[in-house]
């Protein structure tokens, strides 16, 4: 069974009509989910049963999934010689200077050159970096309205909800029942602010990992007869803004980045 080398590998296997049947905005999204392990090549419709079954493959069966996300954050890159930075500014919430396009993203600058080096002053999570990249590619620019939805009400969030459960709202909520001051500390620290009374709990916030994709943490504490809880809600629009599967990676990256911090003061289990 061949592996394929990269993201336009899976690509040209496509018909390109970037249907949208498999759930992706694109046929060029669809591969690069195909290619870190998050979809599987069957998933298209339209793909020759041959040709599946020649390519068809799972991390387990020779996929290198962290090469692999470093080879698709590569692919992305490229595709970003073909956008207008300075058109983008409107669509993606940002500015241009410089020939750079920069965008707020968790309260800090990143900025991104036609060659899709990205320069900013904290570190980078891979798992961060793929939602930026798509973001600027593929984003609508729709305006937040303020009608919030779970994960799994979002389009093709469902089938992925326990896992994005699992990578996301439990490793968070696991920080802030451990150390809930200074969860609280965390989530105000990227420039969020405070939710509309009627979403509020024992803490609440409102970031913005990008301009246009607002998330909204809400924390309960254990009471009594009562076990601590934390969800993560998205506006309406999130799933135009940005592909279910960037969206799943931006919450899983955000849980790791609290639960590091949280190590790094000595604070995680």
Excluded at 144 to 163: M, N, Q, V
Excluded at 204 to 217: D, F, G, H, N, R
């Amino acid at each position: 069974m061949p592996k394929p080398q990269n993201v336009m590998t899976i690509f040209q296997l496509l018909d390109k009509s970037n249907c949208r049947q498999c759930g992706e905005k694109t046929c060029m999204a669809f591969a690069g989910a195909v290619f870190t392990g998050r979809r599987l090549l069957s998933e298209c419709s339209r793909l020759d049963r041959q040709i599946i079954m020649m390519y068809s493959g799972t991390p387990q069966n020779g996929f290198d999934v962290e090469q692999n996300r470093d080879d698709y954050l590569e692919q992305l890159k490229k595709l970003i010689n073909d956008v207008d930075l300075k058109a983008a500014t409107a669509r993606t919430g940002g500015r241009y200077e410089n020939g750079r396009l920069i965008i707020k993203m968790m309260g800090k600058d990143f900025s991104i050159s036609t060659n899709g080096a990205i320069s900013t002053d904290i570190h980078v999570n891979p798992w961060v970096a793929s939602p930026f990249f798509n973001y600027v590619l593929y984003g609508k620019g729709l305006d937040p309205i303020g009608d919030w939805r779970s994960f799994r009400e979002l389009a093709d969030g469902r089938e992925r909800y326990p896992l994005f459960q699992k990578r996301c709202e439990e490793q968070m909520k696991q920080v802030a029942d451990s150390y809930t001051e200074f969860f609280d500390d965390m989530v105000h620290i990227f420039s969020g602010r405070q939710v509309d009374p009627q979403f509020r709990s024992d803490i609440s916030v409102v970031l913005y990992p990008l301009p246009k994709l607002p998330i909204m943490v809400c924390y309960w504490r254990p009471e009594e007869g009562m076990q601590s809880s934390l969800n993560v809600f998205f506006d309406q629009t999130a799933d135009q803004n940005l592909d279910i599967g960037s969206i799943f990676s931006l919450g899983a990256g955000l849980a790791q980045m609290f639960t590091r911090l949280a190590g790094r003061h000595g604070f995680a289990q």
